[in-house]
Nanobody, 123 residues
Framework: VQLQASGGGLVQAGVSLRVSCAASGGTFGSWAMGWYRQAPGKEREFVAAISRNGGSIFYADSLKGRFTISRDNAKNMVFLQMNSLKPEDTAVYYC?????????????????WGQGTQVTVSS
């Protein structure tokens, strides 16, 4: 499975941005998908995850209400809509795939990672 993240960039605080992840090389509908992020000098952290059919969605508590994860199984893509961005959202955002029971919510259970897309939020 190959995951290709895109859509990052340099934005000002308060705006919205959507990052995307295109999957190839596998059966997309058999994977739960997630987004993680890693800020400079910090560990990679969970952002959001969505189950195989999109019926279950999970968010990091601190991001609920601002970030929205979605997927399009027909296009083999997963998205992360980020609203009201803050400078502390600055990080490399990685998409992740998990075929197991943790639905991409547990970093140690992630089986495939994308290459990451940089999101920088200026104040």
């Amino acid at each position: 499975v190959q995951l290709q993240a895109s859509g990052g960039g340099l934005v000002q605080a308060g705006v919205s941005l959507r990052v995307s992840c295109a999957a190839s090389g596998g059966t997309f509908g058999s994977w739960a998908m997630g987004w993680y992020r890693q800020a400079p000098g910090k560990e990679r952290e969970f952002v959001a995850a969505i189950s195989r059919n999109g019926g279950s969605i999970f968010y990091a508590d601190s991001l609920k209400g601002r970030f929205t994860i979605s997927r399009d199984n027909a296009k083999n893509m997963v998205f992360l809509q980020m609203n009201s961005l803050k400078p502390e959202d600055t990080a490399v955002y990685y998409c992740a795939a998990d075929s197991g029971r943790y639905s991409a919510t547990k970093i140690t259970a992630v089986e495939y990672w994308g290459q990451g897309t940089q999101v920088t939020v200026s104040s």
